[in-house]
């Protein structure tokens, strides 16, 4: 906003002008929200939005202003009484949120409290050990050892290095087995396939 405009908005303002009040929120909501985001703790950004905060702020100065409560002089002291306003009122929902802070905090340090993974079902477990003696049948044994090292989720690059092969090689193998499985095909090493 530029000065002389401002200074218009001002008297209208003090005269209890709604329309000016509406461009009054207009012109100073971002930096409003720019004032609440920089002194809002990170931690609770997730709690509330910084537009929760000035919109709590305007209904203030709305019901000051109707009840003529208060004269501006000039733009900075405006300036400087919003700046005050909100930040009152963020102090006000950071104390409310204090609680919620201290029982997340206690939740942070406390891992007895947490729950449990999620054990699999047993038909779950029938279900992986059928496959995996479904993936023994169809892959030649010398490639055993790598299914046994991603089993245990071991990355590829790892697996390479244990077992002499190319990554490549190991990616490849894996993706024609995989597609074999889908598929139920012949093994890998009756059809001419993959081999390190």
Not at 84 to 105: C, D, M, P
Not at 165 to 186: K, N, P, Y
């Amino acid at each position: 906003m530029q000065a002389e405009p401002l200074e218009a908005l001002l008297e209208k303002l003090n005269r209890g002008d709604m329309e000016a009040v509406e461009q009054l929120l207009m012109g100073y909501e971002p930096y409003l929200r720019m004032v609440v985001r920089r002194y809002l703790p990170r931690r609770l950004r997730a709690k509330f939005d910084s537009v929760d905060v000035v919109q709590s702020v305007w209904v203030h100065v709305l019901h000051g202003l109707r009840a003529s409560r208060w004269q501006f002089m000039d733009t900075p002291r405006l300036r400087a009484f919003l700046v005050r306003v909100t930040r009152r009122r963020l102090t006000s929902r950071l104390r409310h949120y204090h609680t919620a802070l201290k029982h997340e905090q206690a939740g942070e340090t406390d891992l007895e409290v947490l729950p449990a993974f999620a054990q699999p079902r047993p038909s779950e477990v029938a279900q992986a050990n059928e496959l995996w003696e479904k993936m023994l049948v169809l892959c030649p044994p010398e490639h055993h050892a790598l299914l046994q090292l991603r089993r245990t989720g071991m990355p590829l690059v790892e697996i390479a290095s244990r077992t002499g092969m190319h990554e490549g090689s190991v990616r490849r193998i894996l993706r024609r087995l995989a597609s074999q499985c889908a598929l139920r095909q012949e093994p890998i090493g009756a059809s001419g396939g993959v081999k390190s």
